[in-house]
């Protein structure tokens, strides 16, 4: 066992990880008793402390267990939540990270990154500068509307990669996309107030909208952006406060608004006087040569509120987005962020700000567009096998993820239930409609998450079971095999 | 007139920025007409749009109104950011920080700390070891309530300072203390429910609980807590979801529960089955020997919700703090973060994670309790010097401000106007008051933000009034000056 005293990792990290890596290329068995705190401490000449805390992160970690008086164990199985039973919402809580998908699953259902793409060293100098530049100010309260060099960055950042014209007195920064959302529906939203959402949309903004006691209306999307014909019969019955959409990559389907259809959309927001709200977390992600911009780069009236998240396209642990605010409702805003949370950290956003200014962000976006091509390319190349088996997909291009459709016969949920007991994680495409009783047979892939040798490993799983629902169901059709 | 084409700034924004500079420089009379879009336009080569939005924004911020079919006037007296006529809310998001407090103001408003207390070093050093330990893990998703080694960590920081437990699965990591209160809120609250608070209270509580449509019961405050016996009439008329609460240097009152009340409202809890959220961000700064705890201290059934904010006592740019919660609201709980904002930042959970097990924090306090028992006891010098004035307060021997309660004569906020003008800030007691309509003689002074020097120069502002005032309008009365 390797500790070496002159790292910058503690020792009693180093300790665990040794542990830890012994324990998974199967050197122990199930129960098997680790040596005693004095002993492995002695052995090794570090302080008992030392063999302490590594133990305790071990058995944190699930990898041992104590039992008092008696010593420390391996335990091999693991922490073992049963999820072949949860309901929609578990789904939600294990895709957020609550509920634990096992760690050997591949994992198709999370659409964010895997830190070894986040740019830690640039973002780490970025850290350094701020607490050497501004000491304990640092730390201080920000304005609620955020950090103002921060603001003004976001400006830059806005013009230079999608030729959006907005005032640094129009942004506000938010912990995270999913906070523009909360803060929206704070602001807008009163019991009974009408709003519009694609169908299907992402679940975690119809949660904050039902909570608020909304009644949400879905219009179908179409491959080039919503259903245009519903969305007029619906405005004229119902005066929705605002649409809530994504124009590029939408979650779940992949599809991306027609210019078109974005200009449509404009006019018909200043016509019938309802808000836009752009909830933007993929647009920088194109993987051809046809870079998109938001809806709100064509926006001259202040009628889109455009809100971005960083979480897919830089790290999702930093916690920090924006939103533009229309001049009428800044005030309303700025209470609605301060009754929520005050303001985000002001710590983090000292050190994005730097991170933008000192021009990081280029070089990491062609990083991992890089590594997501490749992802991209792999998975559409294995679902290409599997058509013969009457799945259906758009190639997006671009984005995190690949929306299939199955045949009717097909229910997504017992496809999900068979590929966990396989450690494939995917998401039913239920959770993501509004009437979710019906279209049970779509799926959302993701490949944020997992590595080219899982996601062919991933989707033989997949064919596995499509071969046997085949075989067993549908006798007119024998699938080649 | 200057426009510049070649600015980032809109050209609307530009032009804008410079009428409202002609009015602000008294260059229009009252009333006066603007030139018309199209001659305007023409004047200054650009689209008649962009006089368009000049104009509207110009009438949004109330300098121009316009008169259909006829033009745009100049409006002088108009919306003023001129902070002596303020409404309640305004005055929130001053403290706030939105709207400025002039830099020279010796600032009594603000209850937070200032930079040069902050432990700046250790933080660092517990920023930069965790990025060295966990590298690209510092930054994905942890789980929705928080980080688990961080929570574990919580559990002892409860135990040691308090005498508390609680298991870590009963910790919820928040970011902030107020988002304890908006997830509460979330959790909690349907349109129309009753809940009880503490009157006067925080006002930021009042907020979220309002914009959620409850009914507020506000119960007066007494020298040793809540007035019993208004509370137990109240109880058997409206059954309240929870009693939202400060156990020990309640805002702004500064008094604390008497350990008998505490026990009798854990009673009245069990026996009137609501919740009692204690919001705690000042427990742990007593300038006697008496050390306090929190009322969860002494809930063995799960009846008291704890939100803890670090913000005053550590530093407010972390955003990180947490609450306890009830097992059979764990799930309601989890899912209103998640709708909120996902979860907390990560990395800043890691670092303050490594900051508690250093055993820094015990330091930390040590060190504070020192800074602010010396400006506690310069104001309350100050202050007792004013008791000739017929001015009142009680000494807290803790917390971070004085509850002054004025001669009945005096309207808080005419001081509060009379001190804005002498660059002395501080907070007019009536928005802390349910039914402001009364309670207009109180103020809070705070000592976190002021030095020593400016608590003497800053109190000497607040007697010249009084003395004043009692010239003036009490000749009976004529104090020694």
């Not at 921060?150 to 938010?174: A, C, G, P």
Request: hydrophobic share 35%.
């Amino acid at each position: 066992m390797l500790i070496d005293k002159n790292l910058n990792t503690p020792l009693y990290i180093q300790l665990y990880e040794n542990i830890r890596n012994l324990i998974e290329e199967d050197n122990f068995k199930e129960g098997e008793k680790l040596p005693s705190i004095r002993s492995l401490a002695d052995k090794l000449d570090v302080n008992n402390i030392t063999v302490v805390n590594a133990y305790k992160l071990l058995e944190q970690e699930g990898y041992v267990y104590s039992i008092k008086g008696s010593g420390t164990y391996v335990r091999k199985t693991g922490y073992n939540m049963d999820i072949s039973y949860m309901e929609d919402g578990d789904i939600e809580l294990m895709i957020g990270g609550v509920l634990p998908i096992s760690k050997n699953s591949i994992n198709f259902a999370s659409v964010s990154p895997t830190p070894e793409i986040f740019p830690i060293e640039e973002f780490k100098q970025a850290l350094i500068e701020v607490l050497n530049r501004d000491k304990g100010s640092a730390f201080v309260y920000p304005e609620i509307n955020g950090y103002e060099p921060f603001r003004e960055s976001i400006t830059s950042f806005l013009h230079e990669n999608y030729n959006m014209t907005v005032d640094k007195e129009q942004i506000q920064v938010i912990s995270g996309g999913q906070q523009g959302i909360d803060i929206i529906t704070k602001t807008l939203i009163s019991q009974g107030d009408c709003i519009f959402v694609e169908n299907p949309t992402y679940s975690g903004a119809i949660a904050a909208f039902q909570s608020r006691g909304a009644k949400i209306m879905g219009v179908p999307m179409l491959e080039d952006g919503l259903d245009l014909d519903t969305f007029y019969k619906y405005i004229k019955r119902y005066r929705p406060k605002f649409l809530y959409m994504m124009t590029n990559y939408q979650s779940p389907t992949t599809y991306s608004y027609s210019e078109e259809k974005k200009k449509k959309l404009i006019e018909l927001s200043k016509k019938y006087n309802f808000y836009i709200i752009e909830d933007d977390f993929l647009t920088d992600l194109n993987y051809d040569n046809s870079k998109k911009t938001p809806l709100k780069s064509m926006d001259d009236l202040d009628q889109v509120i455009y809100i971005k998240s960083f979480s897919k396209i830089f790290m999702p642990g930093v916690r920090i987005g924006f939103m533009t605010v229309p001049q009428k409702l800044f005030k309303d805003i700025i209470r609605a962020k301060h009754t929520t949370d005050i303001s985000s950290s002001g710590f983090l956003q000292r050190a994005f700000d730097l991170y933008l200014r000192k021009g990081y962000w280029k070089k990491h976006i062609e990083t991992i567009k890089k590594v997501y091509t490749e992802k991209y390319n792999t998975m559409v190349e294995e679902l290409d096998r599997l058509k013969k088996y009457d799945i259906n997909f758009i190639k997006p291009n671009g984005g995190l993820s690949i929306w299939v459709k199955l045949p009717k016969e097909i229910d997504s949920i017992d496809l999900y239930n068979e590929c966990v007991e396989n450690n494939v994680a995917l998401v039913p495409g239920k959770i993501f409609f509004i009437d979710d009783s019906i279209y049970s047979n779509y799926i959302r892939l993701s490949f944020g998450a997992v590595s080219n040798e899982e996601i062919v490993q991933g989707i033989k799983i997949v064919e596995n079971y499509l071969r046997k629902k085949y075989n067993d169901d549908n006798n007119e059709y024998l699938p080649f095999v």
